[in-house]
């Protein structure tokens, strides 16, 4: 017996075209880097009529199918079947909120770290002073409480310590 082939039934279930429909949908997408192609139900039919005969049962399983799996689909209408109808809400929820945010993605690798050592009961205060600051605009990237002080990342990590030096009264 040849198991590489499927069974090939007059009629297959719905769990089996399910199945096929997300080795399709994957196979899609991991050459196209998404689907492209499938929109409906009938998208699907021509390879599921090289596997079964042809018939109106065959149609209906396959509709019953994608009805059952339930995908959610993209802005052009097409299916997305490695994403729930949450995850994609939640994306767009994420989008919407990082675009509001002016987001964007700054990697660290050319910024040093620089600690400032401070009391902790002041550190949350002396923080929001620095941010409003205009004695530190563009000196840092971002600061971070720490016990017992602050970490800030700048590019420039002498001309922030000889600033904080500087404002340092001993």
């Known amino acids: 017996m040849d198991y590489r082939k499927p069974k090939l039934r007059k009629n297959p279930s719905r769990e089996a075209c399910e199945g096929i429909i997300k080795r399709i949908l994957m196979t899609e997408i991991l050459e196209k880097g ?40 993209d802005d052009a209408g097409y299916f997305i079947p490695n994403k729930t109808t949450e995850q994609l809400a939640e994306e767009k929820n ?9 987001s964007s993605v700054v990697s660290l690798e050319d910024y040093s770290p620089l600690f400032l050592q401070a009391d902790s009961s002041i550190i949350s205060y002396l923080m929001h002073t620095i941010a409003a600051s205009p004695i530190f ?7 971070h409480a720490a016990s017992n002080g602050i970490v800030f990342y700048t590019k ?15």
């Open 34 to 73: 998404k689907n492209e192609h499938f929109r409906t139900a009938a998208d699907f039919m021509s390879y599921f009529e090289s596997l079964y005969p042809a018939s109106d049962a065959l149609t209906k399983q396959v509709q019953r199918a994608v009805k059952a799996m339930d995908m959610p689909k």
């Open 94 to 102: 994420l989008r919407y909120l990082f675009e509001r945010a002016g």
């Open 137 to 143: 605009d563009g000196k840092y990237l971002t600061m």
């Open 156 to 170: 420039n990590v002498s001309q922030l310590e000889i600033l904080l030096k500087s404002l340092i009264i001993r």
